[in-house]
């Protein structure tokens, strides 16, 4: 799928969306199904492209990412394929009670602004960034002294190294391509702070008492799958098959590929998008 024809694809969507919601659409020409008469063997999926680690595209416009392995696992446990609808991130509600798409899957945090538009299943992830020190260093005890401190590691192109760089501007910062050589790097003293996300510094300053968080709760985000309004149904289903991702390690290992910086799993859950019908052919 070339970058060009999604674009098409957005922008046609968007047509659709700013004219009219109560009038039946169509996506491609009179041969093609009408969005209101959807495949019951589809999941329709909306999604905002260009947030990276969630949603975004290699160079020929197909999509990648947490969001999209996601939801194409999600869709295989309820027996269902794939097909999603990329558009602007403003159009994902009104995409939902229009019938355009079943469900959205695109880093939605539940405000009470959407809960008043759509319904939202358990969430699936929650992000937050920690500090974690040498429990000897008593010059580092937040973000607001980050830039004190001698050099920080994180994961590269991880979340928590995104915001030290796109929120902190930090030039003191060192990145690494695993969890294993960053924890490496702490223990042997090359950084004298580690930035990671939450459970990870929880796990290592249990496993290495000499170590302690300074700050926690950095940056927190909870994201959740939206639907249609009183679409209760569907949700109970996804609610449930969110429930087994978690017992079977599933959104551990969605965690540990995008946003803890796990390239080789990340490569899998890629690659596993490739073979997806991702966007309605006709």
Known sequence: MRRGFLSAVMLIIAAMLAVSCSEPARLFDSDSKSLAEPDPGVLRIACAPENEPFVYTDPNGGLLGFDP????????????????????????????????????????EATDVLRRKVDFSDSYITLASAIVANGGNAEI??????????????????????????????????????????????????????????????????????????EDDIDRRRYSIAAA????????????????????????????????????????????????RQIPQN
């Open 141 to 214: 005890n937040g973000t607001g002294d980050l830039k004190l401190a001698r050099n920080v590691g994180a994961v590269s192109g991880s979340l928590p190294q995104k915001y030290l760089a796109d929120e902190l501007g930090l030039s003191n910062m060192s990145g690494y391509p695993n969890r294993a050589e960053l924890e490496g790097a702490m223990l042997r003293g090359d950084i004298d702070i580690m930035f990671c996300d939450g459970r990870e510094a929880e796990e290592f300053i249990a496993e290495y008492p000499l170590f302690v968080i300074k």
């Open 69 to 108: 392995s996601l939801a194409v696992l999600l869709a295989e446990r309820l027996g269902m394929t794939a097909a999603f609808y990329p558009m602007d991130e403003k159009f994902l509600a009104d995409s939902l009670n229009c019938g355009l798409a079943d469900i959205a899957v695109s880093a939605i």
């Open 229 to 276: 309004d009183g679409n209760a149904k569907l949700l109970r289903e996804i609610n449930d098959v969110l429930d087994e991702f978690r017992a079977d390690g599933t959104l551990l290992d969605l965690r540990r590929a995008y946003i803890n910086g796990d390239n080789a799993l990340r490569n899998e859950f890629d690659a596993r998008l490739e073979s997806v």
